[in-house]
């Protein structure tokens, strides 16, 4: 939004219109002022004026294209064999397919995110790492008391721990670590 109002460098040569644009922009100032006390804060005044205009244009500049990201949609895994990982994922861990298509993607649902599986299958994706090396963490929250649930529901299943159940007292977090088919880590804690 550009709102033109010819000011001047002397108020008393400015015309009605302009003391008009002047006076919209302070009624715009005081409501910016009242919803957006932190923005308001770090926008200059311009000879009484607030300068809503170009606030509001650097705003749009700073909230366009990537700094309009807001939160995380949905983590995408690469996969050599993605039935394996569908049924560890399913199967083990109990999460529900939102969406497939045969062979090549997997949505699953976890609360309020989705984990998507997708065959590597891209020039870019490159080869799978290491059979002896993780290529991501993924944690997942349970109540406390839930993690020995987990390690007992795991063990039933032929799932071993990477290692014991520990209280990682700098994080606050009660933790249970395991491997999924392709060696990612899978983290299973608890708020302590």
Sequence with gaps: ?????????????ATPQSHLAAQNLDRRAAATTRLLPDCAARVPRLDGVLSVANHQSEHMEQSAGLGAIRNLDYAVLLCDDIAAMRDFYTRILGFEVRHEIDGKWVELEIGAALLALRRRSRPYDGPAPDPDSASVQLAFRVSPDDVETALSQLAELGIEPLEPIADLDDFGHRVLFIADPEHNIIEIYAEI
């Design 1 to 13: 939004m550009t709102i033109n109002a010819d000011l001047g460098s002397d108020r008393s040569t």
